[in-house]
């Protein structure tokens, strides 16, 4: 099974901050990999797919980068709407493998 | 307008069973490969399992592997997971999704449910 590796589990973080979030996979996954946003109490949200595009209605400020095995997203000037926890998720091969969370909180 | 709708959660001892459904609508469910996903109370997501569009294929992760078994009713356009030897650490919120686009699976998943919580305890 693919092993996902996020960093940093959490960080702070004052509004107005660029943030980035890394990934890790634990072998080569292509372009296949997926981010989310969740909220407390709420279902996880699709920001990312295929490791750059923007899922339809997802702000501007957010990206992803990456290929193989690293993996990134920024959000590129963080909005008090935007502190939750977020997941990368490869879509490579099954077993489909999250990774363990960053919570980005505020500072 | 997507919407999925969880039902058939709650109590169940170790050992037991209990079938989860997912009422989808919205979409043409039988073109979409569907997902479930699961979270224990204050954890991260996991994967659970997964199901072709034409119930062709399905797959399972590890955790659950012969105890789990993943269906769906195109007619019905409804979704199930049928849980089977229950376990304590089975205890979690259990999300039902729909894959992203109708020719893979590879771009996530776009819409989830509000979730079906099911606890394991005696």
């Known amino acids: 099974d693919i092993q996902m590796t996020q960093y940093p589990s959490s960080v702070s973080a004052s509004v107005g901050d660029r943030v980035t979030i890394t990934c890790r996979a634990s072998q080569g996954i292509s372009s296949w990999l997926a981010w989310y946003q969740q909220k407390p109490g709420k279902a996880p949200k699709l920001l990312i797919y295929?490791?750059?595009s923007l899922q339809s209605g997802v702000p501007s400020r957010f990206s992803g980068t990456g290929s193989g095995t690293d993996f990134s997203l920024t959000i590129s000037s963080l909005q008090p709407e935007d502190f939750a926890t977020y997941y990368c998720?490869?879509?490579?091969?099954?077993?489909?493998?999250f990774g363990q969370g960053t919570k980005v909180e505020i500072k | 307008e997507v919407q999925l709708l969880e039902s058939g959660g709650g109590l169940v001892q170790p050992g037991g069973s209990l079938r989860l459904s997912c009422a989808a609508s919205?979409?043409?469910?039988?073109?979409?490969?569907m997902s479930w996903v699961r979270q224990a109370p204050g954890k991260g997501l996991e994967w659970v399992s997964a199901i072709s569009g034409d119930s062709g294929y399905t797959y399972y992760a590890d955790s659950v592997k012969g105890r789990f078994t993943v269906s769906r009713v195109n007619s019905r356009n409804t979704l199930y997971l049928q849980l089977s030897s229950v376990r304590v650490d089975d205890t979690a919120l259990y999300y039902c999704t729909k894959a992203r686009t109708d020719h893979s699976s590879r771009e996530g998943f776009d819409y989830w449910g509000q979730g079906a919580l099911v606890i394991v305890s005696s």
């Open positions: 919205g979409f043409s469910f039988s073109s979409f490969g």
């Open positions: 998720q490869q879509a490579n091969s099954f077993p489909r493998t």
């Open positions: 295929a490791a750059s």
